[in-house]
């Protein structure tokens, strides 16, 4: 055990990746360089010894922007559009919702208005409430436009998709702005008529998931799973480049392993998941669910050195989880709830076993990610080989013919989000897909 230790420790595959996934620009789902980086991560799965490597191409809706603007009495306010944001210009009173919880929606009068709401939630607040779940509170609301304004310090405006898997281009127009622009908005023209206009470009477009594997040719299967896509504003390093090469490296550890594998583990590096997890949405509708042991979705890791495993109230993912902590004497965070977003969430939803794995955080939020400083000097490739020690030995108890993950029933996913709050967020986004 202690040789594939020691090369993977030593090893540069997968950091050599992330440099080559933000040294391609733009990586915004439908771009020709989503195409790119896709091709790059298709290509360093194969270097790195996995199987049929490939992409499977899907349709989507194309978004690119253009010039938007704030006006506030005589003076223009630094913003950017939200991506899928129609192209829309408004004219209307200035309505600061500070947090934008469910409730403060429901207090407050917001029609023919544009609202303004903060990216994170109070200490006081019972779960997180998504960007998404705000705007579209925000249209029921009756709300003339949205903004989005950054908690993270640093003249650093915040993108961030809208749009539902029925209509993916949005309703109202919407921007985001840095913490600073929200304030000076919020100290001066709150009740005051603003404008906010919005430019882009909408079309057809195509994204592509990439495909690999290793291991026994079984029916079962294990995915390792990432997303290939990043907004265009920035690298895209934290979100979610560092998944992705996270990806190529433990394809790289478990190739020098693939005798330990007793199940066929698959790599699927997604497309367009930061517009609504169209990629694996598009999985999950055609693979065969049955035949998937578990999920391990990377997205959020390596930005710090510990390791948070969100289960999902799968008792054998946790428990899988802790035995290799356990192995190493490595500390790592469990969180048994629900976390319906990002790409594990398309099976999840129908009570496939699957993680959430990402780096743990004080902070609430992206932190850097969906602005512009999400970039490369914020990543140590000491984390990246520390965490992909652990997460391929995962991977390989996960494989195991010992290791037992038991399904859930939709029913009981469906009971959790009740409990636990979160139905409200996803029926209200359009993203609810049980029958009612």
């Known amino acids: 055990m202690s040789t594939w230790i020691g090369e993977l420790f030593r090893s540069d595959v997968g950091w050599n990746h992330l440099e080559d996934l933000v040294d391609v620009g733009n ?15 298709r290509d360093a799965l ?14 989507i809706q194309g978004w690119s922007r253009g010039e938007s603007s704030i006006v506030a009495g005589e003076t223009s306010q630094d913003c950017i559009a939200l991506p899928r944001s129609p192209a ?18 429901e207090e407050a009068d917001l029609e023919d208005k544009v609202v303004m ?4 939630i109070p200490s006081y607040a019972d779960r997180y409430v998504h960007r998404r779940e705000k705007y579209y509170h925000a249209v029921e609301a ?6 989005y304004r950054n908690h993270v310090e640093g003249c650093l405006p915040p ?3 809208v749009g539902t898997p029925e209509n993916p281009i949005g309703e109202i127009p919407a921007v985001g702005v840095s913490s600073e622009v929200g304030a000076r908005l919020a100290r001066r023209f709150d009740g005051e008529p603003i404008e906010v206009s919005v430019d882009a470009d909408v079309y057809d477009a195509e994204s592509q998931n990439v495909h690999a594997e290793l291991g026994p040719d079984t029916d079962e299967r294990v995915l390792v799973t990432s997303h290939v896509d990043a907004h265009d504003i920035a690298e895209g390093a934290l979100d979610n480049g560092a998944g992705t090469a996270m990806v190529v490296e433990l394809a790289n550890a478990l190739a020098a392993r693939e005798d330990d594998l007793e199940t066929r583990v698959e790599f699927v590096a997604y497309g367009a998941e930061e517009v609504g997890l169209v990629g694996s949405n598009y999985h999950a509708e055609t693979a065969d669910r049955d035949a998937i042991k578990a999920i391990v ?3 959020g890791v390596v930005r710090d050195r510990t390791l948070e495993f969100t289960t999902h109230g799968f008792d054998g993912l946790e428990d899988a989880a802790e035995t290799v902590a356990d192995r190493y004497d490595h500390p790592v965070d469990i969180v048994p709830r629900l976390g319906p977003h990002s790409d594990h969430w398309p099976f999840v939803q129908w009570g496939v076993p699957g993680y959430h794995v990402m780096s743990t955080s004080d902070d609430v ?15 140590e490739v000491r984390d990246l080989r520390e965490q992909a020690i652990l997460l391929t030995d995962l991977v390989v108890d996960l494989a195991g013919k010992d290791r037992s993950v038991e399904p859930r029933s939709p029913e009981e996913i469906i009971d959790d989000l009740e409990d636990q709050d979160l139905a409200e967020g996803i029926r209200v986004t359009g993203d609810w897909p049980y029958d009612e």
């Open 27 to 41: 990586r915004m789902a439908g771009s020709a360089g989503e195409r790119e980086a896709a091709e790059l991560t």
């Open 46 to 59: 194969e270097d790195a010894g996995a199987e049929n490597a490939r992409l499977e191409s899907f349709e």
């Open 88 to 105: 829309d210009g408004v004219e209307a009173p200035l309505v600061d919702l500070g947090y934008g919880l469910p409730e403060e929606f």
């Open 297 to 299: 979705n990377n997205d």
């Open 142 to 147: 009756g709300a003339a436009g949205f903004v």
């Open 159 to 161: 993108t961030g998709s």
């Open 365 to 379: 939020g992206r932190g850097w990610g969906h602005t512009f400083a999400d970039t490369l000097d914020k990543l």
């Open 117 to 120: 709401v903060r990216s994170d």
